[in-house]
C-alpha cells in the first residue's frame, strides 16, 4: 500500500505543477490519465482542489464587485459539491479493494474514509506549494520569509505523517486489522429536496 500513496503524492505533484503552468481558474483540465482508473479520479480530485483553491483568492479581494462575489460563491459551493461527488467515488474504488475482506478479531474502524484522508493530502500539497512560494517571494520582509518558513516546517511533517499514516491504514484494511467503512456527507442544502429554502419555493 505505500506504492499507492507514493503514487497518489506523485499525481498531486503532478496536477499542481500543470495547473500553475497557466494559473488560470478557467483554464481545462487535460487529465492525462484514462477515464475509469483511480490514477484520473486522484488527478481530478486535485485539480479541483487546485481550481478552488485559488477561487477562494479571488473571492476574498475587498475591492471585488458584489455580483462577481456572488458568481464566484456560486461557483465555490458547485466545486464543493463536485469536490465531496469525487471523493466518494474514490471511496468506491476501497469499497471494491476491501469490503470482502474478512476482519479479524478484534478489528477496528476509522474515524473517516481512505478517500477524505485523500482529500486532506490533496489539500496538504496545495498549501506546501502556495507556502513555497511566499517563502520564495522576493519582496517580502524577513520576518515574514521566516514565519514562513516555520510553517513550511511544519506541514511537510504533516505531510509525511499523513502520507505514512494513510498508508497504515489501507494496510491495515488489506490485512483485516480494520473493518472497511463509507461515510456519505449526506450534504443538504445542496438538495432541493432538502434545503428548506428551495423546496418551500
Known amino acids: ?42 488527478y481530478q480530485k486535485n485539480w479541483i482542489d487546485a481550481v ?18 456572488l458568481l464566484l460563491k456560486r461557483r465555490i459551493d458547485k466545486s464543493n459539491q463536485d469536490r465531496t461527488d469525487l471523493v466518494e ?14 476482519p479479524q478479531p478484534g478489528a477496528t474502524i476509522n474515524t473517516e474514509s481512505p478517500a477524505w484522508a485523500i482529500d486532506r493530502l490533496s489539500i496538504l500539497h496545495l498549501k506546501i506549494y502556495h507556502m513555497q512560494e511566499q517563502v520564495n517571494r522576493t519582496d517580502a520582509n524577513r520576518e515574514h520569509i521566516q514565519k514562513c518558513k516555520e510553517k513550511l516546517h511544519v506541514l511537510q511533517q504533516q505531510y509525511t505523517d499523513l502520507s505514512e499514516a494513510i498508508s497504515c491504514l489501507l494496510q491495515d484494511y488489506a490485512s483485516g486489522q480494520r473493518i472497511m467503512r463509507v461515510y456519505k456527507q449526506m450534504k443538504m442544502y445542496n438538495d432541493a429536496s432538502t434545503n428548506p429554502v428551495l423546496y418551500r419555493k
Open 1 to 42: 500500500m505505500t506504492d499507492f500513496i507514493l503514487s497518489t503524492n506523485q499525481i498531486f505533484r503532478q496536477s499542481i505543477e500543470d495547473y500553475h503552468l497557466t494559473d488560470n481558474v478557467d483554464q481545462p483540465c487535460n487529465n492525462p490519465y484514462p477515464a475509469g482508473t483511480i490514477e484520473h479520479d486522484l
Open 52 to 69: 478552488q483553491w485559488h477561487l477562494e483568492d479571488l473571492i476574498r479581494d475587498p475591492d471585488i464587485d458584489s455580483r462577481d462575489a
Open 89 to 102: 467515488q474514490i471511496d468506491s474504488y476501497f469499497w471494491t479493494q476491501f469490503h470482502s475482506i474478512q
